[in-house]
């Protein structure tokens, strides 16, 4: 258990909180069973706030519900998987070039910050690399000052995580390790230096290699048709 759950406003937002967490961070794995009872015995709420925090998750596509309320964690799906990486490579590129135009002076100092802790993920990585991952992305995506693009690809964020973890089953070797690494700091030039066609080229390039198009291929689907299977 993360926190207790009285530092919530309700124990649903507490259940929420804590199994879309568990979810998003595989230790609940795609296609586990979710013991409605169980769960609220370890969590230390009662079922009736539980099934409230159930609904929310499904509602996000995070869980599925039979008509007898027992809850399993959505599969990882081809169509899923396409459907993140085709959004992605159209709006990661457009936040970027907004970034490269309207990134303010206390913008560049963060992004120039966060990215020092940024590495590129191992097989198993820890909170803390996660974490800088995603919270350099988001610095150059706040910079776009779009609230709009902000929020969206804030919510894709956590949808895609699940599919970066698939990504990373199969080793990646140390060039295309140091490749990821380029391409963060080429981000970062591009934005710093006003050049927003650069910035959107970076990221272009940074989505078509990245964990997402890996798990993509992974699952046997090739972007840019409909539901084409890869030989």
């Known amino acids: 258990m993360s926190e207790p759950a009285m530092v919530y406003a309700t124990k649903s937002d507490f259940a929420y909180t804590r199994i879309r967490e568990g979810i998003l961070s595989g230790e609940f794995e795609p296609g586990t069973v979710l013991q409605q009872a169980t769960l609220a015995r370890t969590i230390g709420i009662s079922t009736t706030p539980l099934r409230e925090a159930l609904r929310r998750l499904k509602s996000e596509g995070l869980v599925e519900l039979d008509a007898h309320r027992d809850a399993r964690v959505a ?15 159209s709006l990661d590129p457009l936040a970027a070039a907004l970034a490269a135009q309207r990134r303010t002076k206390d913008d560049i100092r963060r992004i120039r910050e966060l990215v020092k802790d940024v590495k590129p ?34 919510g894709l964020w956590d949808k895609a995580d699940r599919y970066r973890r698939l990504g990373l089953e199969a080793v990646r070797t140390q060039e295309e390790r ?15 230096r006003g ?11 940074h989505i078509h290699t990245s964990l997402g198009a890996r798990a993509a291929t992974h699952l046997g689907v090739e972007p840019g048709h409909p539901l084409k299977r890869l030989p």
Do not use: W
């Open 75 to 89: 599969p990882l799906t081809a169509e899923e998987a396409r459907d993140l990486l085709e959004i992605r490579l």
């Open 195 to 205: 050049d927003s066609d650069g910035a959107a080229e970076v990221m272009r390039q």
């Open 178 to 192: 140091d490749q990821k690494d380029h391409e963060h700091h080429e981000l970062v030039d591009a934005v710093v």
């Open 121 to 154: 993920l191992l097989s198993n990585p820890t909170t803390r690399d996660l974490g800088a991952h995603r919270a350099f992305h988001q610095a150059v995506i706040e910079a776009s000052h779009n609230d709009l693009l902000i929020a969206t690809l804030g």
